[in-house]
């Protein structure tokens, strides 16, 4: 049986089935948890979950990651438990005094733990979602960060006004449209931190060519490309991390 922990909520794999309420019982006690949930996909610009609750029905939990906390429920909101890694990683790079943008930030995946662990200077982070928004300011209030600004609203509109040593674009799917906005956002010599998901055979090739088409005039150095997970049979779920000077 496939499963994970997030706060006191047990998220069972998809083809899990289970015989009887007893069983589940026994599995709520077994992890100590309020809830035990399956998550069919996450839909949407908005990121949206379609869920089944199996026992319990408390779907708000606050879950622990590298030190930082999030509050979030579960109905409401998606949470990626694979990418906790990167983003522990994204934090250690921001160095004193940046101005960072996190495009797509969700609940602040992102945010809080750059929030948390890094110096910058300002993080400002714009997420569509009203739900998602609602939980990103909690956990601002959460971790006691006075330098997240939280925006309401589309990347497309709000990022273009603002200026970032430090863009993230923690987000997978058509990711590749906002990125002129991003990169034109970038000061001189800021870093792109770009996430796709790419056929395996395309992960060296396709993102760096793609950042380099809306780049323009200005020079892109790639860092590094950082594979955070499989996303589905032969296709990655890769980062580019990029210098546009």
Wanted: aromatic fraction near 8%; proline fraction near 3%; charged fraction near 25%.
């Amino acid at each position: 049986m496939k499963w994970k922990l997030i706060g006191d909520i047990l998220i069972l794999d998809k083809s899990f089935h289970f015989e009887s309420i007893e069983e589940l019982e026994s599995l709520s006690k077994r992890h100590n948890v309020k809830t035990i949930m399956k998550i069919d996909h996450i839909q949407g610009t908005k990121r949206e979950p379609v869920y089944n609750i199996l026992y319990g029905n408390e779907t708000e939990t606050i879950n622990k990651e590298n030190g930082c906390l999030f509050k979030l429920d579960l109905a409401r909101v998606m949470w990626s438990k694979g990418n906790n890694n990167e983003r522990l990683r994204i934090a250690k790079l921001v160095e004193d005094g940046e101005t960072v943008l996190d495009m797509f930030a969700g609940i602040g995946y992102f945010s809080i733990p750059i929030g948390v662990h890094s110096k910058a200077k300002k993080i400002y982070s714009i997420e569509i979602n009203p739900n998602s928004y609602f939980y990103l300011n909690e956990n601002i209030k959460l971790n006691k960060l006075t330098n997240v600004t939280p925006i309401l609203g589309d990347c497309m509109v709000h990022t273009p006004k603002y200026k970032a040593d430090r863009i993230v674009m923690g987000y997978v799917k058509t990711t590749h449209h906002y990125l002129k906005v991003a990169i034109d956002s970038l000061n001189e010599g800021g870093i792109l931190h770009y996430h796709e998901t790419v056929p395996e055979k395309l992960m060296h090739t396709r993102p760096v060519e793609r950042i380099i088409s809306q780049a323009g005039n200005r020079d892109v150095e790639v860092l590094k490309i950082n594979k955070i997970k499989k996303y589905s049979p032969g296709v990655e779920h890769v980062v580019v991390d990029a210098r546009i000077n």
